[in-house]
């Protein structure tokens, strides 16, 4: 994998979830003896070999109570959806 690694504000959906000197690795070239890979956007497990991900850098920031996530995927007139810090109580399927 070749790319370049940066230290910079990240924010998603607006500046409520904002990370201060967020460190990530944007990728440039990837062989695709190693795809698919793990992870979205750091949304993937903490790793004690990389930096900390995107959900325990807001959790860190204390920005979020829980270091998780909920995500509800979209069809037709229904869009999908991503909760940090926890998830929609009201979108659970029993």
Known sequence: MQGEDYLD????????FCIKDFRFFSATHVD????????????GPDHPDNP???????????????????FIFGSGDFHSQ????????AKKLT
């Open 52 to 70: 900390p991900s995107f959900i325990a850098a807001m959790y860190d920031q204390k920005l979020i109570e829980k270091k998780m996530f909920g």
């Open 9 to 16: 504000t990240l924010c998603i959906g607006s500046t409520k």
């Open 32 to 43: 695709e003896r190693i795809v698919p890979m793990a992870g979205i956007a750091g949304l």
């Open 82 to 89: 991503i909760t940090f810090g926890g998830y929609d109580e």
